[in-house]
């Protein structure tokens, strides 16, 4: 069905479902024992487990039939405890390509142990010198090896010869360990991989916690080469390059990927295609208020994850597209709910199902973390449309309260609401205007968020086109749309540097020869042809072309977004957005 006709009978019928999927869309079947990012680990062609960072009890999630169902278990008493780590946080596990024994890891303090027999047999813990020994259970542990830093997975990598482990320090950044005897004796990388700090200036009146490239996670590409993805302090994860098995690193350089202090995962599916799992998320600008070198003063921008997949070694990726939205992201009581700890959904770990479904374990905070089946082929898929006979479930659309509570968080209030179409009785449509409350706004901090805006997600296109039906109040002011290639906070009206393509909707305005009217439906469109220095969009009106745009930021990736914000300053009667619909090519 062509995109005009689509949303065309979304309109005509706004509680109907409009989807055509190929795939079905990613699903929930658990909640993991620890946050994501470590701990999960196949047994067998069926067997799945995820194993718990608990000192006490020793146990594991366990699911029997590929994923589907799940239910908690003891570990066994030859399972070592985990001595070093937070419990929030579990232990890593690989399986030995050639021996098929497991090897199990733990960030900051632990030991490298090594199984005799399968998860359930022996555990063997590796000494200073090189040997495995069974006596790890003793209080006197200074014999046995340890790897410094916070550590990601164990990667085995060349047919299992080497196995790479990467760590980090916060301030310093990643480096590797690595083994070619199976995880007996170990050496680290000659190169550092770092990244700049975060600098005050442009859009941020201070600066942000330092994370010098942390977090590593790597993948081997099929020529042999490995690439490295790490977390940082600037607004794109930074990427480095080895050619000889990890021992250098090319220095560390800006990325493709957008996002801030969060944890990113790249692999490897067995047909050879690479997966990217991450929080394509633009945080709002930092306050005059904002501390560097200390945990972030407050995160803006962990409640979503994402995901892209490359067929062609990583020259280009498809997908760009929301696997989850946090469930809490718009509750009033967010920065204390279920205790003051990390939250949101940034990091993940996935485990491979079968041809084409991935089980991943994302988030942070027992109230947050989620496990998941993901079916790759959503992510091929081409158009979205949204009619809101979901409610606003497939929109981010809160604002906050500039008031840092628990761990580094704000509270939250709506930024657009979902009311009553004027204009089609029985049909909804999302409000977008000035928000009259004080409580957005911090005079200490600079902080205003009173910006009324909601954001929305569609699979990414270098080309394509987007369709928006909307009608501006009489006393309005108007709104921003804006075409993204990740996803800014609903109130953040600092978007249009960064925005693809932006155009003012508002009484008054003109687009091309068209002035557009106040208590007037419109259908938009906004056709891109290119996302490159150079390209331009054209703008269609009620289906006649009115305007060509250039393109106001150029992006690696394509367009994944739409965006919508007030221009309003003041209270106003606002824009009303009846449907949206996207389709790339």
Known sequence: MPLRSLLLAALIAPCAVVAQQAAQAPVIVATPPSDAGRGLVRVSATEIRHYSGDKKPLHYLVSRDNGLTWKDEPAPASYPPNFGGVPKESPAFAQNPLTKEFMRIQPAGDHVFISQGGLDGKWLAVTKDGKLTEDWATGDRKNLITLGGILRSPLFIDNGKRVLVPGHSMRRGSEVNYSDDGGLTWRKSKTVVSAPPHRPGGEHAGARWYNAGVEASIVELKDGKLWMLTRTSQDRYYESFSTDRGETWSKGEPSRFFGTLTMPTVGKLKDGRLIALWTNTHALPELKTAVKDQWEDVFTNRDSHHAAISSDNGKTWTGFREIILDEHRNRSDYANFGGSEDRGKHQSEFIQLDDNRLLLSVGQHKNHRRLMIL????????????????????????????????????????????????????AKAMRIGFLDDPSLVNEKSGADYRRGGATWNFPNGERGR????????????????????????????????????????????????????????????????????????????????????????????????????????????????????????
């Open 466 to 585: 987007a369709d928006i039906a909307f009608r501006l109040g009489r006393d309005s002011a108007g709104m921003r749309l804006s075409l993204a290639d990740r996803l800014f906070n609903a109130c953040d009206a600092d978007i249009a540097p960064y925005a693809l393509y932006t155009l003012k909707l508002a009484p008054g305005e003109k687009i091309g020869s068209e002035t557009l009217r106040a208590d007037t439906p419109y259908h938009l469109g906004v056709k891109w042809n290119g996302v490159n220095k150079g390209s331009s969009a054209e703008i269609f009106l009620n289906d006649r072309r009115v305007a060509t745009l250039p393109i106001n930021a150029p992006s690696p990736n394509g367009a994944s977004y739409l965006h919508f914000v007030t221009l309003a300053e003041k209270p106003d009667s606002g824009a009303l957005v009846e449907a949206v619909a996207a389709r790339v090519e």
């Open 375 to 426: 079916d790759t082929r959503w992510l091929y898929e081409k158009s979205r449309v949204c009619t809101f006979a979901d409610g606003l479930d497939s929109w981010t659309h809160h604002t906050y309260i500039p008031v840092i509570k628990g761990h580094s968080s704000y509270n939250r209030k709506p930024a657009a609401e979902l009311v009553d179409n004027p204009g089609k009785p029985g």
